[in-house]
């Protein structure tokens, strides 16, 4: 279709008047409502709207858009199925709808593909084991800014991907996907369980289990080979619990003194650069 500025988009474009709509019914209220129940979920920014259209894991359902930011996402838009809704809204009406000023100017509303969701899980292992890779296992963190930082830290060292313990937070809820800058979209994940059970099923895989304790024998820098490594990190305050710690190979983040722990998403980051590029003996 044509949109009324002369680029032209694959969906259909539809102006949208009201917030009672019923067709943008999804997109009212995000702030207060948490759509993951449902299967779906609200997704902000172009820079996220682009892990949704790369990832085989997750399809783009409908798109929210300010009049003003639709001729710039042209180019993506071409490319979506012709049934795709792209709703356009002037910017009163556009922040009415969503329950607060949404500055990015697009909200997409997204869903899960589940069969491929666990062929690429499946797939990402196994080509960390062959890679001597690593991947990430969150164990009970419950903050949004965390989990969100955590994906964005696995995508920028090559982890395979990120699994999550039955008390973990759900990535897919708005902050941690903005937080994530849409990597939840792009990095393999999946819900395992218990923390325990999750370090036995990596082990029996080709895993071997890093656990970050501030009171570990060995330092970081005492990982200098490159092998499949599954790095556990637990919540800030509680940390790991002891039976998950003696499965794995505890290690510490040495730091000035004063202090023995950083915050998890900074952890994360120290040890994945450090398990990308680990020193030579």
């Known amino acids: 279709m044509r949109g009324h500025e002369g680029a032209d988009f694959g969906p259909a474009v539809i102006d949208i008047a009201d917030r009672e709509d019923e067709r943008i019914a999804a997109f009212r209220d995000v702030r207060e409502r948490d759509l993951t129940r449902s299967g779906r979920f609200i997704a902000e920014g172009a820079v996220v ?15 929210l858009v300010l009049r003003e930011r639709l001729a710039g996402l042209a180019p993506r838009l071409a490319a979506l199925p012709a049934d795709t809704p792209v709703y356009r809204v002037e910017r009163e009406l556009f922040d009415r709808i969503a329950g607060f000023p949404v500055h990015r100017g697009v909200m997409a509303l997204a869903e899960p593909v589940e069969p491929a969701a666990a062929a690429d899980l499946d797939a990402a292992l196994a080509a960390t084991v062959a890679a001597r890779g690593c991947v990430v296992v969150a164990c009970g963190l419950s903050n949004h800014d965390n989990m969100g930082a955590t994906f964005r830290n696995a995508a920028a060292f090559g982890a395979g991907a990120v699994i999550l313990d039955r008390r973990a937070c759900d990535p897919l809820y708005r902050k941690a996907i903005r937080v994530s800058v849409g990597t939840v979209f792009t990095v393999p994940f999946a819900r395992w369980g218990g923390a325990v059970s999750i370090a036995d099923r990596l ?25 499949a490594r599954a790095l556990f990190l637990g919540a800030e305050g509680e940390g790991l619990e002891g039976d998950v710690i003696a499965r794995c190979r505890p290690v510490r983040i040495e730091m000035a003194s004063g202090l023995d722990s950083l915050n998890v998403a900074t952890s994360a980051a120290l040890v994945l650069h450090h398990l990308a590029w680990p020193e030579q003996p």
């Open 49 to 63: 709207l682009d892990q949704i259209l790369a990832s085989r894991r997750f399809r783009l359902v409908a798109l």
């Open 203 to 227: 082990a029996g895989l080709g895993f071997e289990c890093v656990a970050l304790s501030p009171g570990a024998p060995e330092p970081l820098r005492a990982l200098r080979d490159r092998r």
